[in-house]
């Protein structure tokens, strides 16, 4: 397993359009985190999920953005009707969540431009 | 809620002198605590994480931090820094595990390093 891959890497779309990103965790983690990052500042936490169920939501993720993770392996983050604030990186993270604390492990992210 | 403060948004080296990064954290309980590292393009790589015991913590790539309880300190350091070093830095807190061991993020600090 090379780690956690996210695809696609770059999205340039129109204002109003509906995107869809995928990240795919290492393969025996349990839990899966989306963050979103942008330009000059430090990622921010969006959303979380242990197997498939997702268990908090950021107040950063407004109606338009919706997650998955059906079947507790890959994860899709969705923004339906995307403005120009939504342009940022989106990063994924996965971990083994067991009875002690384990480090979180980054995907290269998808960079997502709104024109 | 908690938060990370990470004063200076760059800082500039030269090749061979030592580095130190300053964060500062504010959480209510136990902290856990981490320093990753982001070369452009690139997902986060963690370099260090403190969780209990040993307040002066060893890292990959020469790096090293110290926990500071009575300050709210987690400050990064390098004693020779090399040019491959320049990426900009970031700290965080993560939450307990009940809490979902999310990260909280500083707004980086970016090295640039001079020949």
């Known amino acids: 397993d090379t780690g956690v891959s996210q695809n696609p890497r770059h999205k340039i779309t129109k204002r109003g359009q509906n995107v869809t990103f995928r990240c795919d965790p290492i393969?025996?983690?349990?839990?899966l985190y989306w963050y979103r990052q942008t330009l000059g500042q430090g990622p921010e936490f969006l959303t979380y999920f242990q197997n498939e169920a997702q268990l908090e939501k950021s107040r950063l993720l407004s109606d338009r953005f919706s997650a998955e993770r059906p079947k507790g392996s890959f994860s899709t983050l969705e923004i339906q009707r995307t403005e120009q604030g939504d342009s940022a990186m989106y990063l994924c993270?996965?971990?083994?969540?067991?009875?002690?604390?384990?480090?979180?492990?980054f995907g290269p992210g998808t960079r997502l431009t709104v024109l | 809620a908690q938060s990370v403060t990470q004063p200076d948004i760059h800082i500039t080296v030269s090749e061979g002198a030592s580095l130190e990064l300053r964060c500062n954290y504010s959480y209510g309980a136990t902290p856990y605590l981490f320093w990753y590292v982001q070369s452009p393009g690139q997902g986060l790589q963690l370099l260090l994480k403190y969780f209990s015991g040993d307040t002066l913590v060893q890292g990959i790539k020469g790096f090293e931090a110290e926990f500071k309880r009575s300050q709210s300190s987690f400050n990064l350091r390098k004693p020779s820094v090399h040019w491959s070093d320049a990426a900009e830095y970031f700290c965080?807190?993560?939450?307990?595990?009940?809490?979902?061991?999310?990260?909280?993020f500083g707004g980086g600090t970016r090295v640039l390093v001079k020949p």
């Open positions: 965080a807190v993560g939450t307990s595990k009940a809490a979902g061991n999310k990260l909280t």
């Open positions: 393969s025996e983690h349990n839990r």
């Open positions: 993270a996965s971990t083994l969540a067991g009875s002690s604390y384990n480090e979180q492990f």
